[in-house]
């Protein structure tokens, strides 16, 4: 298992390179530069002596296969830069941000987790009842809002109607993060709810089940034993890519409740072609991915037995 | 009876996992528990919003669109980058000169200036000013402020074109390389505020003159505490907290719930929550931030004077403002506000006049197909209008001239695209409809120079006319501001008369208060907001 654990991790390296380069050119296939943004943001014309001046202080002057290989160089050297519009340490902004999008994703996972794995398998259970009926509805209503949506009306309610909670977020407390985490979590419980009911669903219709019923095995027994067991592979997978994303920041969420993450610094810093914040949200993309892709496996290994005999071995 | 436990079983595995997101035990009481931490943490949110009234410490809230990472100026040192901005707009800095409502420059810091000759200008300086560190600002300080200004900032030295300054006692003296007429307006720049230079910046905090003090910057909050020994007099406010927000709706929701006093930048669409209700405070102001539209001279078809003049006939400006902008801005005539001595009340400019756009097209051999769209030999006369989404009346003026120039038989395709610069340099439109602030110092010459003239940086349209350049280069070398002002008027009239532009209208600035709060107006230039008197009562 290490040698496997080894293994993946080495092949962070080739997919830190290749998504570096591949994003680094379609920045500048994308046209203009951070230059061109620092002036277009405050509508100031400046010469271009100017323009051409602040582009060579940021090596923006040099080819772009250049620039990229001392970015990549200074990146294996611990060094991420510095940024191009605010002039700070990249590692120490982005590592600044870090802690808000991480209890965000927190927050919002466990309530996904503790509102659609109950509902999802009372509504498999309960199929075509009116129980099911009524989750089925609600997981609709919940899929078709969108988050900007259901951001606006949560803080309508609770923020300027019954003021229980601030509409501005203040600081990375637990408080704050309550109608980000509904926001989030309104939706995604909703399309979990349905992914839940679906897989039991499946794995109640399987044979194993009816035998075990044939045994006089319990329902509730059934259920808790095996098909959840079984059903669980599934729901890892999916919740593996939430995580994923929930960890590369939810830029809108971020937005509306000024939640201080890096979804909204990815989007800032994109508008603004600050290249090295933008490298560094990129390379901390493909850890996530790389890492969560990895516990996934881990957890397959440990969850499913056909997976541990029949495939990895230590 | 299984099925009954099952189910009980489910609800409890909704609940429990429920309460331990909540952190603490049962369902019922969790939810009592977070309600009351959320209550206690919004009350401390609105207190620093309205804790005025409780006769202790008096702070201010204000939410901002105009502050913030994305603004390029969250921070105070006004010799780096746009943070200039931020030292004026919120009390933290002053300028040696300041512009009166009209956009005149009236001395500030300065008690007064004289040309000596044409590169020499002297300023005397205010006597009894102090920074915030204590320390006496004269000559000497001025020096060090703009010498380090002039060597670090990317816009200042082009603008001030300072070659050396000397100080003595209390004035000082600048030379310039070359005349520089505007170099009083252009000191009353953001950039210009003066800082004391013996106290090293530290995490983009600056020290000024101003009312406040800056005690901490961040990405999207700016915190200030009053200057017990301000030279201007009393500070009404203890704290002052600006907020930057640049989501409208969460600025529509934070003063609905009173999370700030006043706001700065609020969308439009959100004006009729406060509109009529005597709880808010609206105040306004034409500025000379312009939206407007170039003509590419590089495009055939705009080539065609018929065509512009179209154009310029086509759009209805009125009806943009009064409807698609509810009244917040003011119909364009030229590239100056009215209130400007050289702005819109001393051009004249086409009225709208569908049937007169018509008629020149008609004259010009654009005859209407069977779609309604006019066409000249075998071409339709489609336009290609670019434009971006960054400033949200920019997208509403083009579909307003979308839907008027179609009823004259023009086709407008409207591209509207975060990427412009890039279309606009490498000339694929035939209008480019953009805003800028036309005089950021009060001063006309920077717009002609920046857009208009043959040579100019702006200038990708192709648009040159030797009138006009001749005219710059005697506004170049002219001191006398009313001379000046005439100057900027013909220059003005011009590219209306080339219809080489089409000025749709200006912004006006909207701050909308809480009642209470005083101290606290819209400006023409936008620089001024948070000063001395601002407070909530």
């Known amino acids: 298992m290490k040698s496997y654990i080894v293994k993946r991790l080495l092949q962070l390296i080739p997919i830190i390179i290749g998504i570096t380069l591949l994003s680094f050119a379609m920045m500048r296939l994308a046209g203009s530069d951070a230059v061109n943004e620092m002036y277009a943001k405050q509508g100031a014309i400046v010469s271009e002596e100017v323009i051409q001046k602040a582009r060579a202080e940021l090596g923006l002057d040099k080819p772009f296969i250049v620039q990229y290989f001392i970015w990549l160089g200074n990146l294996f050297r611990g060094d991420m830069g510095v940024s191009y519009i605010s002039g700070k340490n990249v590692f120490s902004t982005f590592v600044s941000k870090l802690p808000a999008t991480l209890l965000l994703t927190l927050m919002s996972i466990i309530l996904t987790v503790a509102v659609s794995l109950p509902l999802g398998i009372l509504a498999a259970v309960k199929q075509n009842k009116v129980t099911d009926y009524i989750i089925r509805f609600c997981t609709f209503i919940g899929n078709s809002m969108p988050n900007f949506f259901i951001a606006l009306l949560l803080m309508n309610l609770l923020a300027i109607q019954l003021k229980w909670l601030p509409v501005m977020s203040s600081g990375t407390n637990f408080v704050s993060g309550i109608m980000p985490t509904l926001t989030l979590g309104i939706s995604m419980a909703a399309k979990y709810t349905r992914q839940v009911r679906a897989t039991v669903l499946e794995e109640l219709d399987k044979e194993y089940v009816t035998g075990l019923k044939a045994k006089g095995v319990r329902g509730a027994v059934i259920l808790w034993t095996s098909v959840l067991k079984s059903s669980m592979l599934t729901i890892v997978t999916l919740l593996a890519l939430s995580i994923g994303s929930l960890l590369g920041g939810t830029a809108i969420v971020e937005s509306i409740f000024m939640w201080d993450g890096v979804g909204k610094l990815a989007v800032d810093c994109i508008s603004n072609r600050d290249y090295p914040l933008i490298q560094a949200y990129v390379v901390w993309m493909a850890i996530i991915y790389v890492g969560v892709n990895l516990v996934t496996d881990i957890l397959y290994h440990y969850l499913d037995p056909r997976v541990r005999l029949g495939g990895i071995k230590d | ?537």
């Open chain 2, 1 to 537: 009876m299984k099925k009954k436990f099952l189910t009980l079983g489910l609800i409890a595995g909704v609940a429990i996992p429920l309460a331990a997101c909540g952190g603490t035990g049962g369902g019922e009481s969790t939810s009592t528990t977070a309600a009351t931490e959320a209550t206690t943490a919004a009350a401390e949110s609105t207190t620093a919003a309205s804790s005025s009234s409780s006769g202790e410490k008096k702070v201010f809230t204000y939410g901002t669109t105009g502050y913030g990472v994305d603004m390029l100026d969250n921070g105070t040192n006004p010799h780096d980058g746009y943070m200039g901005w931020s030292a004026l707009r919120y009390g933290v800095g002053e300028t040696l000169f300041k512009f009166t409502d009209s956009m005149e420059v009236e001395p500030w810091l300065a008690t007064g200036y004289e040309f000596v000759d044409d590169t020499h200008c002297k300023i005397t300086l205010r006597d009894d000013v102090t920074f915030s560190s204590g320390r006496k600002m004269d000559g000497q300080a001025v020096k060090e402020c703009l010498d380090d200004l002039i060597a670090v900032h990317d816009r200042a030295p082009g603008d001030l074109k300072i070659k050396e300054i000397t100080a003595d006692g209390n004035t000082i003296t600048i030379e310039t390389t070359e005349p520089c007429p505007a170099l009083i307006n252009y000191l009353s720049d953001p950039y210009g505020c003066i800082i004391d230079m013996q106290v090293p910046e530290k995490d983009s905090i600056v020290v000024g003159t101003g009312p406040f003090i800056c005690t901490k910057v961040q990405d999207e909050q700016m915190d200030l505490v009053k200057n017990e020994n301000y030279w201007g007099g009393e500070v009404k406010s203890d704290e002052v907290i600006i907020k930057g927000i640049s989501d409208g709706d969460t600025l529509t929701a934070a003063l609905q719930a009173g999370e700030v006093d006043a706001t700065y930048g609020m969308p439009y669409a959100s004006y009729p929550l406060f509109e009529g209700n005597p709880e808010y405070e609206f105040s306004a102001c034409e500025t000379s931030r312009q939206f407007f539209g170039k003509m590419n001279y590089n495009s055939e078809i705009m080539k065609d004077e018929a065509v512009r003049k179209a154009i310029a006939m086509g759009i209805d400006k009125e009806g943009f403002v009064t409807t698609l902008l509810q009244g917040h801005g003011a119909t364009s005539k030229g590239p100056f506000p009215a209130s400007f001595a050289f702005g819109d009340n001393t051009v004249t400019a086409p009225a709208y006049d569908p049937e007169g756009a018509k008629a020149a097209l008609d004259a010009a051999g654009w005859t209407v197909g069977s779609d309604g769209i006019r066409e000249k030999d075998g071409k339709k006369l489609s336009i290609n209008w670019l434009t971006y989404p960054g400033r949200q009346e920019l997208p509403l003026l083009a579909e307003s001239a979308q839907a008027t120039l179609k009823e004259i038989g023009i086709d407008v395709q409207i591209n509207n695209t975060k990427e412009h610069k890039t279309f606009w340099k490498d000339g694929n439109y035939d209008i480019y409809v953009s805003a800028m602030v036309t005089a950021p110092t009060g001063d006309p010459e920077y717009f002609f120079t920046t857009h208009a003239l043959s040579g100019s940086a702006s200038n990708y349209e192709g648009y040159s006319n030797a009138k006009l350049d001749e005219l710059a280069a005697t506004l170049h070398k002219t001191f006398d501001e009313t001379e000046r002002g005439k100057l900027a008027t013909e220059m003005s009239q011009i590219l209306i008369d080339d219809s080489a532009y089409v000025f749709a209208s200006h912004l006006q600035m909207n701050i909308i208060k809480t009642k209470g709060v005083s101290g606290l107006e819209a400006h023409p230039c936008d620089y001024y907001e948070i000063n001395k008197d601002t407070v909530k009562e």
